[in-house]
């Protein structure tokens, strides 16, 4: 499956942007997915997770300014950001497994998961 991203763009610290993501083929009821990130000269980092019961989980740096959902009648996964800060800057990937992405505190897709080509969120002051 291929997922596309989209709703990435120039906002300023304080502002809010939306991201959506959505497969080329399958329903996502089923499917562990999240929202990974990767600043410039940083390593990949989770962001936010939704498991196939819809249980959600975030990284602490954004818990409480985003909120990750499924809409299912579009099949479409959602990353609300709010009260953006100029460290949210960073490509977000969109990713989708066979379950959990973020399990045990651990950060993981399985080598049967998919990967977006990412969608560039840039925070400015």
């Known amino acids: 499956v291929e997922l596309q991203e989209s709703g990435g763009g120039s906002v300023q610290a304080g502002g809010s942007l939306r991201l959506s993501c959505v497969p080329s083929?399958?329903?996502?009821?089923?499917?562990?997915m999240g929202w990974f990130r990767q600043a410039p000269g940083k390593e990949r980092e989770g962001v936010a997770a939704?498991?196939?019961?819809?249980?959600?989980s975030y990284a602490d740096s954004v818990k409480g300014r985003f909120t990750i959902s499924k809409d299912h009648d579009k099949n479409m996964l959602l990353l609300q950001m709010n009260n953006l800060e100029l460290e949210d800057t960073a490509m977000y990937y969109c990713?989708?497994?066979?379950?959990?992405?973020?399990?045990?505190?651990?950060?993981?897709?399985?080598?049967?998961?998919?990967w977006g080509q990412g969608t560039q969120v840039t925070v400015s002051s």
């Open positions: 939704i498991d196939p019961d819809g249980t959600t």
């Open positions: 083929s399958g329903r996502i009821g089923p499917w562990g």
């Open positions: 990713v989708a497994d066979r379950d959990s992405v973020h399990v045990a505190g651990m950060w993981y897709v399985s080598s049967a998961g998919a």
